[in-house]
């Protein structure tokens, strides 16, 4: 990484253009960029161990957008030569009249389960599999750890039948510090299921000779109490100052009576722009293994030097396993 796009901040953390980053490593042969959505920095660390296996290089990075329509907007501005495989609909709705991919592939078109509201992970390997072995740059997009979830949790239940499900679910954690729990223990459950099934898409395309990059379009709110940012938020425009009902919406998470959960666009505020990248080249013998007294690996972050001396890198080490020789 050259020295101009890295920011050090006083807890060491380095700043990076994820959009920079995107179209730098699509820009060569053979290259696949995994996309999870709404994965939140913290508890992608916390949760290496599930990529054990593999070599890789986590960095933080900024996002364009605060939800998939504005990261998409903000990030794709130029042309690809590359084939998107999305499990988001989001995709398909923003570049409907103009696309700056050389396809589009809709996964949710044959594969979306109206049971859960979603799609699974599974079937978007299924699909990009055969973008794979034809050679194709590919950016694969997968749904979780996003709302509505895969994995078990009786937050499907309260859901069952609705027309969104996801925005119900959202819904009912802004209210309920009851669901938030559940909200959260899912979504963790959610991420180490998506990141199982990107862990065999990138060995695939390792195997295929490709270079492999993984990020988020956003991050994910999980009940924070952030009344000033929900005001900047509701009154961005001056007339709704005098709009009782904005009023009354504000002064509910003012009170703390409501908690943000999800991803507002247009969100003010680097919690939801705070996103991973990671760089993966290769398996290793040596892994992270869980911590038996946590759920989750809460990796220590080492800036080093890398060669040439003028650049770093993240190295992340945690448990019996070092993920960065």
């Given at each position: 990484?050259?020295?101009?796009?890295?920011?050090?901040?006083?807890?060491?953390?380095?700043?990076?253009?994820?959009?920079?980053?995107?179209?730098?490593?699509?820009?060569?042969?053979?290259?696949?960029?995994?996309?999870?959505?709404?994965?939140?920095?913290?508890?992608?660390?916390?949760?290496?161990?599930?990529?054990?296996?593999?070599?890789?290089?986590?960095?933080?990075?900024?996002?364009?957008?605060?939800?998939?329509?504005?990261?998409?907007?903000?990030?794709?501005?130029?042309?690809?030569?590359?084939?998107?495989?999305?499990?988001?609909?989001?995709?398909?709705?923003?570049?409907?009249?103009?696309?700056?991919?050389?396809?589009?592939?809709?996964?949710?078109?044959?594969?979306?389960?109206?049971?859960?509201?979603?799609?699974?992970?599974?079937?978007?390997?299924?699909?990009?599999?055969?973008?794979?072995?034809?050679?194709?740059?590919?950016?694969?997009?997968?749904?979780?750890?996003?709302?509505?979830?895969?994995?078990?949790?009786?937050?499907?239940?309260?859901?069952?039948?609705?027309?969104?499900?996801?925005l119900e679910i959202y819904r009912l954690a802004r209210k309920s510090r009851r669901v938030r729990r559940e909200f959260r223990r899912a979504y963790i459950e959610n991420l180490r299921y998506v990141l199982r099934h990107a862990k065999r898409l990138a060995r695939m395309a390792l195997r295929l000779g490709y270079r492999v990059s993984m990020t988020s379009d956003h991050s994910e709110l999980l009940g924070d109490y952030t009344p000033l940012k929900v005001f900047k938020l509701y009154?961005?425009?001056?007339?709704?100052?005098?709009?009782?009902?904005?009023?009354?919406?504000?002064?509910?998470?003012?009170?703390?009576?409501?908690?943000?959960?999800?991803?507002?666009?247009?969100?003010?505020?680097?919690?939801?722009?705070?996103?991973?990248?990671?760089?993966?080249?290769?398996?290793?013998?040596?892994?992270?293994?869980?911590?038996?007294?946590?759920?989750?690996?809460?990796?220590?972050?080492?800036?080093?030097?890398?060669?040439?001396?003028?650049?770093?890198?993240?190295?992340?080490?945690?448990?019996?396993?070092?993920?960065?020789?």
């Amino acid at each position: 990484m050259c020295n101009r796009e890295l920011h050090e901040e006083p807890e060491e953390v380095m700043w990076m253009s994820q959009r920079e980053l995107i179209y730098r490593h699509l820009s060569e042969p053979r290259s696949l960029l995994i996309v999870l959505d709404a994965c939140r920095y913290d508890m992608f660390l916390e949760n290496l161990y599930v990529l054990n296996g593999l070599k890789f290089r986590v960095f933080k990075v900024y996002s364009s957008g605060s939800c998939t329509k504005e990261w998409l907007e903000k990030t794709f501005t130029e042309p690809l030569d590359t084939v998107y495989v999305t499990a988001n609909s989001w995709v398909t709705i923003v570049f409907r009249n103009w696309s700056p991919f050389k396809a589009i592939v809709d996964v949710s078109a044959k594969y979306w389960d109206r049971g859960l509201g979603t799609v699974r992970a599974e079937h978007v390997n299924l699909v990009a599999l055969k973008y794979l072995i034809r050679g194709e740059r590919l950016i694969v997009h997968y749904l979780q750890p996003h709302a509505p979830f895969v994995t078990k949790t009786w937050l499907v239940d309260r859901v069952s039948g609705a027309r969104h499900a996801s925005l119900e679910i959202y819904r009912l954690a802004r209210k309920s510090r009851r669901v938030r729990r559940e909200f959260r223990r899912a979504y963790i459950e959610n991420l180490r299921y998506v990141l199982r099934h990107a862990k065999r898409l990138a060995r695939m395309a390792l195997r295929l000779g490709y270079r492999v990059s993984m990020t988020s379009d956003h991050s994910e709110l999980l009940g924070d109490y952030t009344p000033l940012k929900v005001f900047k938020l509701y009154f961005s425009d001056k007339r709704r100052l005098l709009h009782p009902i904005y009023l009354a919406r504000w002064l509910l998470y003012a009170t703390g009576i409501r908690r943000v959960v999800g991803h507002p666009c247009g969100w003010r505020g680097k919690e939801l722009y705070e996103v991973p990248w990671v760089e993966i080249y290769g398996g290793n013998r040596e892994g992270v293994r869980p911590s038996p007294r946590r759920s989750g690996l809460r990796a220590r972050q080492e800036v080093e030097a890398e060669e040439p001396a003028t650049e770093k890198v993240w190295n992340l080490r945690g448990g019996e396993g070092v993920l960065l020789p």
